[in-house]
């Protein structure tokens, strides 16, 4: 049980990407998805969350109106649209699921069936 992250890549400042997250041994459906991001050095980060109640989400700060995450229930899979990025938004991307059935990933201890992450460089 866990979930796969897929799409990182080197870009350049400005560049959009997108990143995948699959679900593989349990039914995405029915979890709030996080994806978080970390670098060497720095605790980890919440980069965004959507509800698995009504596709609602929330997004940290630093990423307001340039990431949008979204849901494709029957392919079991959650994405994070990143768009105009910048060289602090380098970072190892994951993705988790809130296993309190809460639907805004904003309890940490909530948050598992972590993946191995996928890297994202921007280039300035």
């Known amino acids: 049980v866990q979930l796969v992250e897929s799409g990182g890549d080197l870009v350049h400042r400005g560049d959009s990407l997108t990143l995948s997250c699959v679900a593989s041994?349990?039914?995405?459906?029915?979890?709030?998805i996080a994806w978080f991001r970390q670098t060497p050095g720095h605790e980890r980060e919440r980069v965004s969350c959507?509800?698995?109640?009504?596709?609602?989400?929330n997004y940290g700060d630093p990423v307001k109106g340039r990431f949008t995450t979204s849901r494709d229930n029957a392919k079991n899979t959650v994405y994070l649209q990143m768009n105009s990025l910048k060289p602090e938004d380098a970072a190892v991307y994951y993705c988790?699921?809130?296993?309190?059935?809460?639907?805004?990933?904003?309890?940490?201890?909530?948050?598992?069936?972590w993946g191995r992450g996928t890297q994202v460089v921007v280039s300035s």
């Open positions: 959507i509800s698995h109640v009504d596709g609602s989400t």
């Open positions: 988790a699921a809130d296993l309190c059935g809460e639907d805004d990933c904003r309890t940490p201890a909530c948050m598992d069936y």
């Open positions: 041994g349990f039914t995405l459906k029915d979890y709030a």
